[in-house]
DNA sequence: AGCGGATTGAGAACCGGTCTCGGAACCGAT
DNA sequence: ATCGGTTCCGAGACCGGTTCTCAATCCGCT
């Protein structure tokens, strides 16, 4: 941070929250948003963590760090970051919804066993151009987009098993 | 309904709703599942809309027929319907669900403007083909999934007019 | 008609999420 | 450092969609 000058692009890991700390800092001056000590603390977690992560699991983790923040504050700023382009909201179907760090512009989809919950994700260039070929189809003009794919993983033996079963059942739809 | 013996495949339009009712018949004793007068009503209304309901838009459709069920044998219901495949679940984001009948296997996406609120529908089969091949290759049995398209339609001029803005305010992410 | 079991309905409970508003923190300028 | 105006923060009330409760009712069957 102190002389960046004169080397051009290779630098240490700096971790990406790091980094990401940053750039907030950088959108919010640019908005002249003060940079407050529980807007750092929320984007720290949600920089930090490489989960999705529900309001209620960010109250949790300033908790463990010792640090407090209301709950309205978790919500907006939650919301500040995802209108910043910093987070994305993300909603599998739990009833609440769940933030992670949007780095940079990789939109990336979603796989999301039933069975044991994880969500994993992917991306798949052939996917972009097809939904892109679709709004301009359309008149669309493509804000954002969620493709979420429910089912049954194969990372542990229940849902193999569960996988097994759904296919002998027959793919109803 | 009474001789379908001798002909094979052509028949009366008889309305998809009314198949529907029979397969739902079906379903229910299959299951030893009482077909009730309320079970009926809710089916009746989603079977024959062509949109997408909320739970309190099927209430209040049930009133405009001087029927009724209560609040909680609405929601019971759709997702008794939602459990038999005979109905889809969806959210856009509005704070609540919608349904609408799914009709066969024939899978669809949505585009949903964000300035009027309109919810259109499409069907690209490249996308079914890009999304069965990410499942295989993550070892991944799908069950269905989600495509969703959030931006701005052409439709009005307001939307047109929002549709310029963004275009114009770049695309951030 | 009668029986056992599932459904229904009114309202309370629940639960994410938002709003309110007095007090505290932030930032730029003095 | 300090001051002032602006913004943010927090505790809790509030909101609205959805689920739960449980006695009364209905369904399907004999």
Known sequence: MSNPSTTVSTRPPLGCAAVMMQVLRGELRERELPFTHQREAIAQILFESTRHLSADDVAAALRQRGEHAGKATVYRTLALLVELGLATEHDFDEGFKRYETQVGAAQHDHLICTEC??????????????????????????????????????????????QRAYREAGPTS
Do not use: M, Y
């Open 117 to 162: 919950g994880r969500v994993s994700t992917f991306h798949h260039p052939e996917l972009d151009r097809v939904l892109a070929e679709v709004a301009t189809e359309n008149g669309f003009e493509t804000i954002t987009r969620q493709v979420k794919v429910f089912g049954t993983c194969s990372e542990s033996a229940a849902c193999r098993d569960a």
